[in-house]
């Protein structure tokens, strides 16, 4: 059988959108459970749209989600180089072929001149119905087509469009696909300066590289009627085709864009992204709290159904589950929600120090200076109260220091005076224990409530409000076990002081 070759492809213009990541992602799942390949291709070959950083971004990307290409710049591989600028001298002779055999010829239009074009009829095409009235090699005499390639002022190559033909392919998702080839137009195949659009790179690429499968975004379908053109000019067999549905805004209106995690406030990148101008700043699922696997799994699920209601699936699991046959074809709603669930599931399985680890710089940049095996116990009792790893802190301060502020209308309900030397006395009692384990702490605080025939409603709810501030926690027993019997007998000090103050 054919060896399974696939590639993410990725123009490095800017940060990888998370629907990149999304085809990264199912190219790696399609060449993992086929013993295949998965390549990284870097897609550079119009140098006026690269953005300096962004290929180390798309690659620090994958590599935090683990899709780690078999083959890339930088990951080896027999098929190299796999940047295309590194590429340019390759192309030159398939151009001259296509041109050799009348499927491709020169164009001397200016941008300028096309964009007059354009301006009278904003459906203008470079094609079958006008390429004749232009300025080309099929339109002008051979001898000024001569002097105007020797020139080399605006000489660019452009697809020879056939007329009449329905130009079809097979889908892997969308099925049978078909072009009605006058609406499709001469396509630039190389530029003045000698280096190829996408159009050709890409179809070149994908026929040196051996690639099975082109697994894709459905943004390219309708490039595709170009590209199957190109393979059937050289006498090459294409590959397959698989488009993915788009990625839709979380009104489900359009595609999702970058700009929409600003408005919508949350990520729309996997990791940060840090530009010049303000407003090209971008926050990352990775700064964000979330836990790659998490993200994967929620991307794994946005455009691709395994046929039933499972939806936590491990990395392994999506591998021997994926079918290219569940992608829907229909665009994918964005529901951050639904990424901010997937990644409570994984929290809540996460080993604590892992977790630890994670949160641990966010800790010392809010002036905690704590072991990393504290921070984990912080975890562990925290990660099933919140979505995401970054709220572990930011709804947990009373592990790292004393409350500021405590829920007034709590202790105004609760809190009476005669309960100020009962607390006072819990506190001393604490203070006394000698070690701070649970089963001591339970019988000194629950011990003297019962002895006292006290309501454990009334005063369990203060000491906690005592110790955290409000009521909203992981237990009572437990936190005060993790912070120190000492440390909770001098909060509960402090709290019976303003408890006494709030209530006067
Ligand atoms: N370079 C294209 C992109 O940036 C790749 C499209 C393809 O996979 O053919 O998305």
Request: charged share 25%.
């Amino acid at each position: 059988m054919e060896k399974i070759r696939v590639r993410f492809a990725p123009s490095p213009t800017g940060p990888l959108h998370i629907g990149g990541v999304r085809t990264a992602l199912y190219n790696f799942l399609f060449a993992r459970q086929n013993n295949g390949t998965f390549i990284l291709r870097i897609e550079d070959t119009d140098q006026n749209r690269l953005v300096p950083g962004a290929e180390a971004y798309i690659i620090e990307s994958l590599t935090w989600f683990g899709l780690i290409p078999d083959e890339g710049p930088g990951f080896g591989g027999n098929c190299g180089p796999y940047r295309q600028s590194e590429r340019k001298a390759l192309y030159k002779q398939y151009v001259d072929k296509l041109i050799a055999d009348g499927n491709a010829y020169y164009a001397f239009d200016t941008a300028d001149e096309l964009e007059a074009m354009r301006e009278i009829d904003e459906t203008f095409k470079y094609g079958i119905h006008s390429r004749m009235s232009l300025k080309n090699s099929l339109s002008l005499s051979a001898g000024l087509v001569e002097k105007l390639i020797k020139s080399g002022e605006n000489v660019a190559v452009r697809i020879k469009i056939p007329a009449n033909e329905s130009i079809s392919f097979f889908d892997e998702v969308r099925g049978h696909v078909a072009f009605d080839s006058n609406e499709l137009d001469d396509k630039v195949i190389m530029k003045g300066d000698g280096m190829p659009t996408y159009h050709m790179a890409n179809i070149v690429d994908d026929h040196l590289m051996k690639i099975s499968h082109v697994i894709r975004g459905e943004e390219w379908l309708s490039s595709t009627a170009h590209h199957v053109l190109l393979y059937r000019f050289f006498g090459w067999e294409a590959p397959k085709f698989a488009h993915l549905p788009l990625i839709l805004k979380p009104t489900g209106n359009g595609k999702l864009s970058k700009r929409d995690g600003a408005k919508f406030g949350f990520p729309v990148f996997p990791i940060s992204w840090d530009s010049e101008h303000e407003e090209d700043n971008f926050t990352g699922f990775r700064e964000d709290g979330y836990m790659p696997e998490a993200v994967l799994n929620f991307l794994a699920m946005l455009g691709w159904s395994p046929g039933n209601d499972q939806e936590i699936f491990s990395i392994e699991e999506l591998i021997k589950t994926f079918r290219m046959e569940k992608i829907v074809k229909s665009g994918a709603r964005f529901d951050i929600d639904k990424a901010r669930w997937f990644n409570q599931q994984y929290l809540i399985q996460a080993d604590n120090l892992k977790l630890a680890y994670m949160i641990q710089n966010q800790a010392i940049d809010d002036g905690y200076h704590v072991a990393v095996e504290y921070l984990a116990e912080v975890c562990a009792l925290m990660k099933e109260r919140v979505h995401k790893a970054d709220e572990i802190i930011k709804n947990s301060r009373f592990f790292f220091e004393a409350p500021n502020f405590y829920d007034e209308e709590t202790i105004k309900k609760k809190f009476s005076l005669e309960q100020v030397d009962h607390l006072l006395e819990i506190a001393d009692k604490l203070n006394n224990l000698k070690s701070s384990d649970l089963p001591q702490i339970e019988i000194t605080i629950k011990g003297y409530i019962i002895e006292r025939s006290l309501k454990m409603g009334e005063i369990m709810p203060i000491i906690r409000i005592a110790i955290s501030g409000s009521m909203q926690g992981p237990d009572l027993i437990q936190t005060i076990a993790l912070i120190g019997t000492n440390e909770a007998a001098s909060r509960l000090k402090t709290g019976v002081e303003r408890f006494k103050s709030i209530k006067i």
